[in-house]
């Protein structure tokens, strides 16, 4: 059990608490003890800003059987104690009515909290899309990483990295929506390459207001970016056969006529623009059926 914790924080943040495993208990060389959870208080700074009220009441039931599993992450401030890294099990705790928590205590100063704070929380993907993006451009900005040293960091990859980053550039009613859950990373992801604000905007509240799925939302955009071209566009070069015939049909009926042609097959429109002119066009083919002994069906 102790070596799945281990893996769960990833190299990053282990190196960074300078420990190997944060389920060790005190009696094996590691300063995990019994904090009254009064004396704990949450970090300002913490990344991650929403928790899903369903999932704390979940985690706070299981709390209630066996209390917290894994030691928050402290450090000392006067006589108490802030959260570095564990808010989560630390809110959980205050639902299931603990008046105590187990805790390791570090003695960090601000730059080092708040880099453990973002990489603990990116690590364990706790954040939404948008939160995870802000913290991963505070962890490069903060630190002057690069994107291939920030994914190092924390385990992922650069491609990751980049495009989780991107979701910044979206219009702010897209970002808002990612927040608020009602957009995924997927749909998120879909939109960003959408320079148009106005466009991405409409296509985000269309897929909402639809509940499209990120395959949908992909194939929009995809339209988006490149539309099929118009009827006119996409006609080929007419021969030179149906051209004469085009120009030959336009004397005989006096009217406009057009062709569309793929080489292979296509139409012919024949245009009137009043009863008089389809009366004239019908008695010029019932004379040309005539002429030819064409019966009337």
């Known amino acids: 059990m102790a070596n799945n914790s281990n893996k769960g924080l990833g190299r990053g943040l282990s190196a960074l608490l300078d420990i190997n495993d944060i389920d060790m208990k005190a009696d094996e060389g590691y300063d995990s003890l019994e904090v009254d959870i009064n004396r704990v208080f949450p970090n300002k700074e913490q990344p991650r800003k929403t928790f899903d009220e369903s999932a704390l009441r979940e985690l706070a039931e299981s709390v209630k059987q066996h209390g917290v599993i894994q030691p928050l992450i402290l450090t000392k401030r006067g006589d108490d104690f802030l959260i570095i890294a564990g808010e989560r099990r630390y809110r959980a705790a205050l639902l299931a009515g603990l008046r105590s ?12 909290i708040r880099e453990i704070a973002l990489i603990e929380n990116l690590q364990r993907e706790d954040l939404n899309p948008i939160e995870a993006a802000v913290a ?16 190092d960091r924390i385990g992922k990859s650069r491609s990751g990295i980049t495009n989780t980053l991107r979701l910044l550039t979206l219009q702010s009613d897209v970002i808002e929506m990612v927040k608020n859950n009602q957009l995924s990373a997927g749909h998120a992801r879909a939109l960003v390459v959408v320079s148009d604000p106005d466009a991405q905007l409409k296509m985000a509240k269309k897929a909402v207001a639809e509940g499209l799925s990120v395959r949908a939302v992909e194939n929009m955009v995809k339209l988006f970016l490149n539309p099929p071209e118009p009827v006119e566009k996409r006609k080929t070069e007419n021969s030179i056969e149906l051209k004469t015939l085009v120009d030959d049909m336009q004397r005989v009926f006096a009217t406009k006529v057009s062709a569309v042609s793929n080489g292979e097959k296509g139409r012919i429109y024949i245009d009137f623009f009043s009863k008089d002119d389809l009366d004239r066009i019908v008695e010029i083919i ?10 009337t069906v």
């Not at 928590?101 to 080092?112: G, H, M, Q, T, W």
């Not at 505070?138 to 994914?151: F, V």
């Open 136 to 151: 991963l451009k505070s962890l490069i900005t903060d630190y002057g990483l690069t994107q291939e040293e920030a994914a």
């Open 286 to 295: 019932d004379d040309w059926k005539e002429d030819n002994f064409i019966p």
């Open 101 to 112: 928590v187990p805790a390791i205590v570090r003695d960090y100063d601000d730059r080092k």
